[in-house]
């Protein structure tokens, strides 16, 4: 069982199909409680969503203004909950069985501390060790059992054991990658990968279409979210079982 994180902060026709996608994708057998985190100081969200509660699963709604994701994951290990808990963000469109994968993955190697859950070529190169081969596009798509690829450091959609964050050092906000990165840079012992074979999970802020880029645009100018590399028809792999799924 896993605790799952949803963190929605600004961007509402984002979250709009993002929750709808994790409301459908996900195995609710295997949720112990699902948060959903939501900025009450930006009046869209509030006044323009509406947030459906599957059925056992507790979904919490947090007022106030949290800032960066790394202040909501170090609430969340402030307080009582499961082993395992995921953090899925608001642009985030996850696969049907994502979560199946993701947790026999961790089941199957109890020495994994995160699992990442990004697609390949949706992220910056991450920092690399001389000593560590950084997981290719190749590798991380290489057909198989499930099962994860390590590397330095993971981004921040994935599962996490919280026994990994026992001890003094805490992240802090709004350094490297909203800090989560420097944090794994400063604890070489904590055990971090990609999931292999790859999810087709893919980020609506990098979709190179209507009507996802002009949202993008529209979110960037508000400061709802940074500027990344977009996604490049190589990559539409991972978003043609959903444009299929929602045209039809």
């Not at 006044?47 to 800032?67: A, H, I, K, N, Q």
């Not at 060790?129 to 099962?147: H, M, N, S, V, W």
């Amino acid at each position: 069982m896993i605790d799952l994180l949803f963190l929605a902060s600004g961007r509402p026709e984002f979250t709009r199909a993002s929750l709808a996608a994790l409301l459908a994708n996900t195995n609710w057998a295997l949720v112990n409680e699902f948060l959903v985190i939501r900025d009450k100081a930006i009046p869209e969200v509030d006044e323009d969503l509406f947030f459906p509660e599957p059925s056992s699963v507790t979904t919490l709604l947090f007022p106030g203004r949290w800032g960066s994701p790394v202040a909501i994951m170090n609430w969340h290990l402030s307080q009582s909950g499961a082993p395992i808990f995921a953090k899925i963000d608001n642009d985030v469109i996850v696969p049907p069985g994502w979560l199946d994968q993701c947790v026999e993955v961790m089941e199957k190697h109890p020495d994994l501390d995160l699992l990442g859950i990004e697609p390949p070529d949706s992220r910056k190169p991450h920092f690399s060790q001389p000593d560590k081969e950084q997981p290719t596009r190749a590798l991380e798509l290489a057909p198989g059992p499930a099962r994860y690829v390590p590397c330095d450091a993971i981004g921040g959609i994935g599962l996490m054991r919280r026994s990994a964050f026992d001890g003094p050092d805490e992240m802090f906000p709004h350094s490297t990658y909203g800090g989560f990165t420097d944090w794994q840079l400063r604890h070489p012992e904590v055990t971090r990968g990609w999931i292999a074979p790859a999810l087709k999970l893919f980020l609506l802020d990098r979709l190179p279409m209507a009507p996802w880029q002009v949202y993008s645009r529209e979110y960037i100018a508000r400061g709802w979210q940074r500027k990344w590399r977009d996604y490049t028809e190589k990559d539409s792999h991972l978003w043609e079982w959903w444009l299929k799924k929602t045209l039809s």
